[in-house]
């Protein structure tokens, strides 16, 4: 029946348009089939890059608080030894993974809530930048205490005299955890610490909490991926679990740009160990 159809269209001339109609639909059916498997493809991979860029984080905050534990059972004199005022520490988990991850006190950053206005305006002043109303940044940050008190470092952004630069400077030396209106420099970065060498001494704490601690993980994945994780803990001394998670962000970025600036980046030697529990 389909033959003597064909002979009947071919007779009218149709038969060339319907064979080209054909092609043109099977064609479109496997470029489109095609495009569907590779955007396929791209997802599992992305997808599977963001799982083991979790696992790699999450490894490294591992290490950090295992490293963090060990010293405060050690003796003080050991203790020293761990550094606890957010410089980086590196090591490599496979040949295209590795990790870099830094431990600060929580006295080492200046508290939004509990900072003493003097204390404020000097971290402020001494950041230098052109354009900035210090007086202004204070009244602010006054104001928006006696309303409700910050419940996170990047609520400044909604100050009118915050701009996006200086929010991004003050990110390594602000938190909302610490709970107390000195600053402490043995647990500060070496940074902040040049920029407020002169501080009085009724603006310094006399030493870290060990209470409160700001982890910064970063996981390399090849050339061109990062995957951060940013935790705020609280060792609880004697009891279970030893340590209680205060906040948490986790996100995956490129290692371009802006991210280049990141603190666990800027120093990253060229020979990296190997990961050890």
Not at 19 to 39: D, F, N, P
Not at 64 to 89: C, F, I, K, M, W
Not at 158 to 180: C, E, H, M, P, Y
Not at 228 to 252: C, H, K, M
Request: proline share 4%; glycine share 4%.
């Amino acid at each position: 029946m389909f033959s003597v159809l064909f002979q009947r269209v071919k007779k009218r001339g149709f038969a060339v348009p319907i064979v080209l109609v054909s092609i043109t639909l099977i064609i479109s059916i496997v470029v489109g089939y095609s495009t569907s498997i590779q955007h396929h493809v791209l997802r599992t991979k992305k997808h599977i890059a963001e799982v083991e860029g979790q696992h790699a984080v999450r490894s490294g905050l591992a290490l950090a608080v295992g490293s963090l534990l060990e010293r405060l059972a050690a003796p003080e004199d050991v203790q020293q030894s761990v550094l606890v005022n957010g410089t980086p520490n590196y090591c490599r988990i496979t040949k295209t993974t590795h990790l870099a991850y830094s431990i600060q006190d929580v006295s080492g950053r200046i508290d939004l809530n509990f900072a003493s206005i003097k204390l404020l305006e000097l971290y402020f002043s001494s950041l230098n930048l052109p354009q900035v109303d210090v007086r202004e940044i204070l009244r602010e940050v006054l104001e928006r205490r006696q309303i409700r008190p910050f419940a996170f470092k990047e609520e400044l952004q909604n100050l009118k005299s915050i701009n996006a630069n200086l929010l991004r400077l003050t990110q390594a030396d602000l938190t909302t955890f610490g709970v107390q209106d000195r600053l402490s420099l043995q647990s500060a970065s070496e940074p902040l610490k040049r920029r407020l060498s002169g501080l009085p001494d009724t603006l310094l704490a006399s030493s870290p909490s060990n209470r409160r601690y700001i982890i910064d993980v970063l996981a390399i994945m090849g050339a061109t991926r990062g995957h951060y994780l940013n935790a705020v803990i609280e060792v609880r001394s004697g009891q279970t679990p030893l340590f209680n998670s205060l906040a948490w962000d986790e996100y995956s970025s490129s290692l371009q740009g802006d991210a280049t600036e990141h603190p666990l980046l800027k120093e990253m030697p060229l020979m990296i160990p190997e990961c050890t529990i």
